[in-house]
């Protein structure tokens, strides 16, 4: 009861009157406490936008800064780096939506599927998402490992005379995103299958019979039966996805980039962390910051429409 | 009275065996349907399938076990190359060395503290706040449940987090790591969908009761939540235990707050900016073959270990969680 009033007004059915604010007031109290967290740690650092359009001076704060309008905004598009960042951030984006996020988890799950043996169905399953809980910082050494030039990708290659001199994966630009692509691959594909997996055992096997009645062989049933009842959830979650795809680049290409491919690797957020944190520049980390969530929004709003449309339901 | 029960066990007995018995002719039924249909086209395919899920598998595992293999074997000796899955020249040192290293003990302290803490935390507080939204009558119910589901997708992103947080005087403790990170919008709307799912009437047999608001939430409502508990329990702690980039960008000169991965990190590009030459470099001094890289495949089994020996136990959850969170609204 001690301060109902701050809440925004209720449009619920339920009537609000003095009686029922007493008697919920233990359910109150402590939702003031939840939303006075809320606002502290995720509503108040929106506030902190303003510093993008400020000449941000850590020793004037919020208040006393000089306002400079977009400049900041503008500077960040004539720069080229920052363009060459966001074609990076998409790019890579993109590609992770497309195969280790949709397609391969997808095939994994059907194939998985159809393994005949239960025991080794749930072998591979175990097997496939174990990377999905082990750090960057792991994957990323492995993957260090794996491909360096005494690494077992390259002393393959060699062996099979593929190719006569080490390739050195790190050092070739071409190659960069698509290492990042394999990377979420390796780590992320039987996670990401589980979902489907789940779905195509949902599937009604009378569908299956009918099918088969019908004359459908194996890839028959996979195409009319199997990735049908896949379409629901394959769209959601390639809606709900789109929204991450400017999320999906830091830490692999922090932890894997290095100079020599610094133009094909730098993403938003690591763009952020020179001008921001390494360089002091708060004022322009902030207003890349702003870019890359307006995007994200923008996407986000994009995919539910699209998903109305579509009437797959919508994500939210 | 015994004897009843007995028989009326041996009645279970009988009937569980003979629908097992069916089962099994059920399934050798089918077995037959499937080996007596099995074309040339069927063997073809159940070998490629076969050839592809081990092909996942091994390249799934062989990077771990080379790492294993490395981590057991001499340094210099790892160095000429060849080493796969076992050992060459077996050798505890690389595990001595690291275990040795005040920095990565300390890091593993901080881990350690910051999973248990950070778990227990924010499976309270998430609790809390999901059995509040989940409250029917509640007037403000949905107000509060939007106010966090907003939290899920607009954030104010690095650098005026880093700010608050300096602000706060949050920079250069232990509690950065845990305090933030208490409330999840995803992980309460989890707890809250499956909250909703349980009958109505618990609770309000247990208001009849005059049992409080705790008492429902901790007697009635929780004992039943231990499978989505569990689930979120799992996602959070492995979050904080796989966790790195906060300790770069908050505690980075607190050595005393640094975790594990980040050490890890540390040692991972000590070895990388000493890429162009791989060759053997021992640490000057030591006496004791070691190199960066056999020391980083020692840190880096040490950090994969626990979530490699609790893994078969938390298998259960994760399939739990992913539905859970699949269906909510």
């Known amino acids: 009861?001690?301060?109902?009033?701050?809440?925004?007004?209720?449009?619920?059915?339920?009537?609000?009157?003095?009686?029922?604010?007493?008697?919920?007031?233990?359910?109150?109290?402590?939702?003031?406490?939840?939303?006075?967290?809320?606002?502290l740690f995720y509503y108040v650092p929106l506030g902190g936008w303003i510093m993008a359009f400020q000449n941000y001076k850590p020793k004037d704060g919020l208040l006393h800064s000089t306002f400079v309008g977009l400049d900041k905004f503008k500077f960040l598009f004539s720069d080229a780096t920052f363009l060459r960042v966001i074609r990076n951030t998409f790019c890579m984006g993109l590609l992770n939506l497309i195969f280790p996020t949709t397609l391969f988890p997808i095939a994994f799950a059907v194939l998985l599927n159809e393994m005949r043996s239960l025991g080794g169905k749930r072998v591979v399953q175990t097997i496939s998402y174990?990377?999905?809980?082990?750090?960057?910082?792991?994957v990323t050494g492995i993957l260090h490992d794996s491909l360096s030039n005494s690494g077992i990708v390259n002393e393959l290659l060699l062996k099979f005379h593929i190719i006569k001199d080490p390739i050195g994966f790190f050092s070739t630009p071409k190659l960069f995103w698509g290492i990042v692509c394999f990377a979420h691959l390796w780590k992320e594909m039987g996670w990401n299958a589980i979902i489907y997996l789940s779905?195509?055992?949902s599937i009604d096997p009378n569908l299956y019979e009918a099918a088969a009645i019908d004359g459908a062989g194996r890839w028959g049933k996979i195409w009319y039966v199997t990735l049908p009842s896949l379409r629901p959830t394959i769209i959601v979650l390639l809606l709900m996805n789109m929204g991450f795809i400017l999320n999906a680049g830091f830490e692999v290409q922090y932890l894997l980039g290095n100079g020599l491919v610094k133009n094909v690797s730098d993403t938003i957020d690591i763009y952020v962390l020179?001008?921001?944190?390494?360089?002091?520049?708060?004022?322009?980390?902030?207003?890349?910051?702003?870019?890359?969530s307006v995007v994200s929004i923008v996407i986000i709003m994009i995919a539910n429409a699209i998903a109305k449309k579509t009437g797959e339901g919508r994500l939210f | 009275m015994k004897e009843t029960k007995e028989n009326k066990g041996q009645e279970n007995g009988i009937s569980l065996d003979t629908s097992v018995r069916k089962?099994?002719?059920k399934v050798a039924t089918i077995n037959e349907k499937r080996h007596g249909k099995l074309k040339v086209g069927d063997i073809i395919f159940y070998t490629c399938n076969a050839i592809i899920m081990i092909a996942v598998c091994v390249i799934t595992l062989y990077p771990v076990l080379n790492t294993l293999a490395i981590s057991f074997n001499d340094g210099v000796d790892a160095v000429r190359g060849g080493v796969h899955l076992?050992?060459?020249?077996?050798?505890?040192t690389n595990y001595t060395t690291v275990l040795g290293k005040k920095d990565i003990m300390q890091g593993a302290l901080i881990s350690v503290l910051r999973t248990v803490i950070g778990t227990l935390l924010a499976l309270a507080a998430n609790a809390l706040l999901a059995f509040i939204v989940a409250q029917r009558k509640f007037v403000f119910r949905s107000q509060l449940a939007l106010f966090w589901v907003i939290t899920m997708y607009v954030n104010g992103g690095m650098i005026p987090t880093l700010l608050l947080y300096q602000k706060l005087h949050l920079t250069g403790t232990f509690w950065v790591y845990v305090i933030p990170a208490m409330i999840s919008g995803f992980n309460m709307l989890v707890m809250r969908t499956y909250m909703e799912g349980l009958p109505d009437s618990l609770q309000e047999a247990a208001e009849i009761d005059g049992a409080g608001f705790f008492t429902i939430f901790l007697k009635v409502i929780?004992?039943?939540?231990?499978?989505?508990?569990?689930?979120?329990?799992?996602?959070?702690?492995?979050?904080?235990?796989?966790?790195?980039?906060?300790?770069?960008?908050?505690?980075?000169?607190?050595?005393?707050?640094?975790?594990?991965?980040?050490?890890?990190?540390?040692?991972?590009?000590?070895?990388?900016?000493?890429k162009g030459s791989t060759g053997a470099n021992t640490t000057p001094g030591s006496g004791v073959n070691i190199t960066p890289i056999s020391v980083r495949s020692a840190a880096t089994i040490l950090t994969m270990a626990p979530i490699v020996m609790l893994y078969p136990f938390l298998q259960r959850y994760f399939v739990t969680g992913l539905t859970i969170g699949g269906v909510k609204e």
């Open chain 1, 130 to 138: 174990l990377p999905h809980f082990l750090s960057w910082i792991i």
């Open chain 2, 86 to 92: 076992i050992p060459r020249m077996f050798t505890w």
């Open chain 1, 1 to 39: 009861m001690s301060k109902p009033e701050e809440k925004k007004k209720s449009k619920s059915k339920v009537e609000i009157n003095r009686k029922i604010l007493y008697r919920q007031r233990v359910l109150i109290i402590i939702s003031i406490i939840f939303v006075a967290y809320g606002l």
């Open chain 1, 274 to 292: 020179t001008w921001g944190v390494s360089q002091n520049d708060y004022s322009l980390g902030t207003a890349a910051g702003i870019f890359k």
């Open chain 2, 23 to 25: 089962d099994k002719i």
């Open chain 2, 222 to 274: 929780s004992p039943l939540c231990k499978p989505v508990y569990a689930t979120v329990a799992l996602f959070v702690a492995v979050g904080q235990w796989n966790s790195w980039f906060d300790t770069m960008l908050y505690n980075r000169f607190a050595t005393q707050y640094t975790t594990l991965q980040y050490e890890l990190m540390k040692l991972l590009s000590s070895v990388t900016s000493l």
């Open chain 1, 199 to 201: 779905a195509i055992s």
